[in-house]
């Protein structure tokens, strides 16, 4: 594969803000972040930077490794719960997502963060301290997995004998990594809808992801404060695990990026270069086999 070398984001928008995507978490739901990044591509809007969470982690790395919108939603509508977790025996969370390593072999066109067209940070939680462990350098897949490892749910997952547990309970959204990453305008991908529809839990994994549903509203302050855009996908009618229905999930990204595609667009200058960080089509690997 031909290697393409990041341009460094000073070059890019000498005439326009550095602009950062936050991709927070939402399980299924977060399929809809891939209709976000359709309708930026397609709009020739600039990503200098990009930082995820959870789902969000999974689909920036993804992208920032030089696989377009186009082909995400490709691969999504492939993708189910077998691809990325199974259940299993163990005291520590009821299914492990190491089949998510397999998947991200297949899918991430390169291997570490220095690879990638587009500067990524990946959030994690160290579950022994609590403190937020952001990722921007060495291997991709190990703190792509631990930011995924949504506590009850999944196993944490050791990475550089650190224990790790999701992102989401450090930067449920990562707008302020984009910051320190040098963002100057942050465009943020929220979903407000709750894990539990009206009518109650159905299981335990509805009460664990319901809990932590309201929590990550309730300090959704924290994160807002950083963003400059907030898109809110309407995901409300799918269930977190709805991974049959991506079509339609990324539908609803597509439709809140295009309502917030005017108020993008008055961030860059019309005679500014479009030059986005975006996939090259020159080389294109084997198609992806979801199996």
């Not at 719960?81 to 998510?100: A, E, Q």
């Not at 108020?263 to 089509?281: G, N, S, V, Y």
């Amino acid at each position: 594969m031909e290697r393409v070398p990041v341009i460094p984001p000073s070059i890019i928008h000498d005439k326009r803000p550095s602009i950062g995507l936050a991709l927070g978490g939402g399980f299924a739901r977060g399929l809809a972040h891939i209709g976000v990044l359709k309708v930026l591509e397609e709009n020739n809007i600039p990503i200098d930077y990009i930082a995820g969470t959870s789902v969000g982690a999974v689909i920036g790395a993804a992208y920032a490794s030089g696989v377009s919108g186009t082909e995400l939603a490709e691969i999504a509508a492939l993708v189910r719960f077998k691809d990325i977790g199974r259940y299993t025996i163990s005291r520590y969370g009821l299914c492990s997502n190491d089949r998510l390593v397999g998947l991200l072999e297949r899918v991430l066109r390169v291997r570490t963060f220095e690879e990638l067209r587009i500067p990524l940070a990946v959030t994690a939680t160290d579950f022994v301290s609590g403190e937020p462990v952001i990722f921007r350098k060495g291997d991709l897949i190990d703190p792509v997995r631990a930011s995924c490892a949504y506590p009850g749910v999944f196993t944490p997952v050791q990475v550089n004998g650190r224990l790790m547990v999701d992102g989401l309970l450090a930067h449920s959204v990562p707008a302020k990594p984009l910051r320190k990453m040098g963002a100057e305008k942050v465009i943020a991908i929220y979903f407000t809808a709750h894990w539990v529809k009206q009518g109650g839990p159905k299981h335990v994994l509805d009460v664990i992801g319901q809990c932590f549903s309201i929590a990550q509203a309730n300090m959704a302050c924290l994160w807002q404060a950083e963003a400059d855009l907030l898109v809110e996908p309407d995901v409300a009618s799918f269930s977190f695990d709805a991974f049959e229905r991506a079509p339609a999930i990324i539908a609803a990204g597509e439709k809140a990026a295009l309502e917030a595609l005017p108020a993008i667009k008055e961030w860059i200058p019309e005679e500014a270069p479009a030059q986005a960080l975006k996939p090259a089509p020159a080389v294109q690997p084997s198609p992806v086999q979801i199996a």
